[in-house]
Structures are given as structure tokens and as C-alpha cells.
């Protein structure tokens, strides 16, 4: 299995301000993920944090709006840039180790987000 | 793209009832768990379940890959398995989980 940490656990921003959630493993995985879960829906996955080059986003998910880094093998940031209250979500940080035909990925406690 | 979609939307139960909750995909897939969220928003792993049948105290779990379904028992309710279940898929030659659309369980003391 795999700890994950997230910081922070929640936060009340206002709109138009930037928020960077940092996100941390207790151990080398092979792969990391971001998610976002808006009120009352199902979790959709922004984009997969590579370590050491760009992030590979998903469909109607962008680079300036939701920057990722992975300078590492356990660390990830995102950042939710020029947030509106459309922005206000749980992220959550996921991890995987093992191969694509066979693994299991562990969630961090997330990132409770109200845009005001 | 794979749809995943679960059954029932949401389930009321008093307390030491049994339920079966449903996972239904549209394509073959390598990897399936089962999550349960908290009130809290945790995400809590259940199964890693792609094909088979697991148990782990009152929760048991089947996948029958051919037919591309995937079943959790949950025996005895409490109070505390209130929350969101969530199966989850990935397809061939990818790490990228689908998420189903989630059954929303409230179990009554």
C-alpha cells in the first residue's frame, strides 16, 4: 500500500487568486494523479504528474489553468490558478505502483476547495 | 471511451440489512477496485478486484470480467458504511482509472 498526504486539507480563497496543494508519498510509486470531484459528482482525473516533464492532461483540462509539477519520485504539486467559484471541488492526490496490467492506486485525504 | 456505470443512485438501509451494490463497464478492463468515501471525503480502498471473488469481513466482492460487471456485498450494515461507493476501471495499456458514477448509501440506526 501507499500513505499519501495532501496539504492543504481545506481552504477558502478568493476569486482570481492562485492555490498550490502539495501532495506527498510515504514511498517511491510508479505513477501520480489529480483529480477533482465537484459537489455531489464522481471523480474525473485532470492529468497524470510526470516526474521530471510536463504533465499529461486530460480532455478539457489545461496547462495554465492547472499547473503540476513532480520533481520527484513522492512529490507533487497542482495549483488551481485564477480560481472562480466554478473551481470549488475536492483534489484529490492518487498513486500507483506496479504495472498498467496489474496495479491498485491509493488516495490521499484531499483538498477541500471553496472559491468565494 | 469506457462508460462505467453503478447501481442503485442511492440505497437507504436500517442497520443489519444487506445490500448488493452494481458496477456495470462497457469494455474489457485490466484493473478494478472498489472505494468507499467517507463524510469526511476520504477515499477508502475496498477490492482490487479485476476478476473473481473476495471477502474481507462483511464486505465481499465478485467481478465477472466477461461479462463486464463487478458486484459488492456489503452484509450486516452499520451505521459506519454510510457514505459513497465508487468502482473504478482501467482499460488496456493504461494506468488512467475511470470512475463509475458512485451509489450513495445511507444506513438508518
Known amino acids: 500500500s501507499a500513505v499519501i498526504s495532501q496539504k492543504p486539507s481545506r481552504d477558502i480563497c478568493q476569486r482570481g487568486t492562485s492555490l498550490t496543494i502539495q501532495c506527498q508519498v510515504d514511498?517511491?510509486?510508479?505513477?501520480m494523479f489529480w483529480y477533482r470531484q465537484q459537489p455531489g459528482q464522481s471523480l474525473t482525473l485532470i492529468a497524470t504528474?510526470?516526474?521530471?516533464?510536463?504533465?499529461?492532461?486530460e480532455s478539457g483540462f489545461v496547462i495554465d489553468k492547472f499547473p503540476i509539477s513532480r520533481p520527484n519520485l513522492t512529490f507533487s504539486t497542482l495549483t488551481v490558478s485564477n480560481m472562480s467559484p466554478e473551481d470549488s471541488s475536492i483534489y484529490l492526490c492518487?498513486?500507483?505502483?506496479?504495472?498498467?496490467?496489474?496495479?491498485?492506486?491509493?488516495f490521499g485525504p484531499g483538498t477541500r476547495l471553496t472559491v468565494t | 471511451g469506457i462508460q462505467v456505470e453503478q447501481s442503485p443512485p442511492d440505497l437507504i438501509l436500517q442497520e443489519g440489512a444487506n445490500s448488493t451494490l452494481r458496477c456495470n463497464f462497457s469494455?474489457?478492463?485490466?484493473?478494478l477496485q472498489w472505494f468507499h468515501q467517507n463524510p469526511w471525503g476520504q477515499l477508502i480502498n475496498l477490492f482490487y478486484?479485476?476478476?473473481g471473488t473476495k471477502q474481507n469481513g462483511r464486505l465481499s466482492a465478485t467481478t465477472v470480467a466477461t461479462e463486464r460487471y463487478s458486484l459488492l456485498y456489503i452484509s450486516s450494515s452499520q451505521t459506519t458504511d454510510s457514505g459513497v461507493y465508487f468502482c473504478?476501471?482501467?482499460?488496456?495499456?493504461?494506468?488512467?482509472?475511470?470512475f463509475g458514477t458512485g451509489t450513495r448509501l445511507k444506513v438508518l440506526a
Open positions: 492518487s498513486a500507483a505502483r506496479g504495472r498498467s496490467t496489474s496495479y491498485e492506486q491509493y
Open positions: 514511498s517511491q510509486v510508479t505513477m
Open positions: 504528474a510526470n516526474q521530471g516533464s510536463e504533465a499529461t492532461y
Open positions: 469494455d474489457s478492463v485490466n484493473n
Open positions: 478486484i479485476p476478476s
Open positions: 473504478a476501471v482501467s482499460t488496456s495499456g493504461t494506468y488512467k482509472y475511470i
